[in-house]
């Protein structure tokens, strides 16, 4: 053994078979015993449990919240109720669909449409007239559109037109023996709906004037233009922007009182069809008298007292006062207004009245908004012509004048 190999022999501890620099390594880092290992690996695994739980607590609180706003919007846009329960804590008898109906109503926005109410209209003539000077001249040389086209624009602007329809469309030739009968052929209905006219009364003493058969006709041709027509034991409801209006049209000439009976069972059967506003409009009354009967006084207050909300009225041939009765309006005669029953009356004043009523959660609201526009059965003062003309002015102040006097009794 050499000198070197000696010393390195001295360097080495026995049976360690380490240097003395790995000996102070290995002090420095200990070896960890089994115990510290497993201690080491459960906090590890407690840690990681407790990032997943909170991981998974925030998904199902997500979770819930989106839902929760799910089924509130389901409900908001369904009218669903948040609450089984009523005020004192006890289960609700209401149903689903009554609580929803409920909460619609609630909601719903009111609506309002204007009426407007005209005359007579004769859409035709008596054979015995000169046919020079006849409304079927007129309409021979100027078509339909003519008759209507200076009230056109009022009618477009309201939602319900409503005229008296006093005369027949018809081709029968067997005339009633009468001293007036009047009529004119299917086509005239052009002259209402060129017009803007959506409503016409029939219950009057001239829509038999060429027999039972002229009366039909009648019904038919206005029917074939869309013309909604009643009167007599036909009643009608129409759908007017949303809001059901009954249309009863009442005969009285004939029978008097008699005829109240039949008015009050035909109001009662449109309120039955749904009908939210009813009006009546009544053929009756006194020819050129400008203040109502006892009987119009009676039968309209009665048509009130039994449900109607406006009533109207005509035959008389000239203007009569207006009446608000139990917060209704009368209006007792609107005159004449397309009127081929004369080439001249020597009246020639005449109106249109406007109403708007209000409907909410499908019942009336209680209003009383009102327009008179005074009107001219002519546009020209000398004679008849046909054409119905707004009045203006000095004119105009003298028709409402009318109206003011006629009405001041009441």
């Known amino acids: 053994m050499n000198q070197g190999e000696d010393q390195r022999g001295r360097n080495r501890q026995p049976g360690s078979g380490q240097t003395p ?172 709906t060129d017009g803007d006219v959506e409503a016409a009364n029939l219950a009057n003493n001239h829509s038999h004037d060429y027999g039972d058969q002229s009366y039909t006709d009648t019904i038919a041709a206005l029917d074939a233009a869309g013309i909604t027509n009643f009167g007599y034991d036909r009643t009608a409801v129409m759908d007017v922007n949303g809001v059901k209006v009954g249309l009863v049209g009442t005969y009285e000439l004939a029978d008097g009182m008699g005829c109240e009976d039949e008015m009050i069972s035909n109001i009662k059967a449109v309120e039955e069809q749904g009908a939210q506003i009813v009006i009546v409009s009544f053929h009756w009354g006194l020819e050129r008298e400008n203040y109502p009967t006892e009987n119009q006084v009676n039968l309209a207050h009665s048509a009130i007292d039994n449900g109607a909300d406006l009533v109207l009225g005509h035959h008389p041939h000239v203007l009569e006062g207006i009446e608000v009765y139990n917060g209704k309006n009368i209006v007792y005669s609107l005159g004449n207004f397309c009127f081929g029953g004369n080439s001249n009356p020597s009246d020639k004043d005449t109106m249109i009245f406007q109403q708007t009523f209000t409907v909410q959660n499908g019942e009336l609201v209680e209003d009383n908004v009102t327009n008179i526009i005074p009107c001219s059965i002519s546009s020209d003062s000398s004679y008849n012509n046909y054409q119905p003309t707004p009045l203006e002015g000095d004119e105009a102040d003298r028709v409402k004048g009318r109206i003011e006097e006629y009405s001041s009794g009441f």
């Open 21 to 192: 620099g790995t000996e102070r390594g290995a002090q420095q880092r200990r070896p960890v015993s089994r115990e510290e290992r497993m201690r080491r690996k459960r906090e590890r695994l407690k840690r990681r449990r407790r990032i997943a739980i909170a991981i998974l607590c925030g998904i199902v609180l997500l979770l819930i919240l989106i839902i929760a706003g799910i089924v509130a919007l389901v409900r908001h846009f369904a009218g669903g109720s948040d609450s089984s329960n009523d005020k004192d804590g006890q289960a609700s008898d209401l149903t689903i669909e009554e609580q929803q109906a409920e909460e619609n109503e609630a909601e719903a926005e009111p609506v309002s449409i204007t009426i407007s109410a005209a005359g007579d209209c004769t859409l035709g003539t008596d054979e015995y007239f000169d046919p020079s000077t006849s409304l079927n001249a007129y309409y021979d040389s100027n078509g339909p559109a003519y008759f209507f086209q200076n009230v056109k624009s009022i009618f477009e602007a309201d939602d319900l037109t409503i005229v008296n329809m006093e005369g027949t469309l018809t081709e029968e030739t067997a005339r009633q023996d009468k001293t007036y009968a009047f009529k004119g052929p299917a086509e005239y209905t052009q002259i209402l």
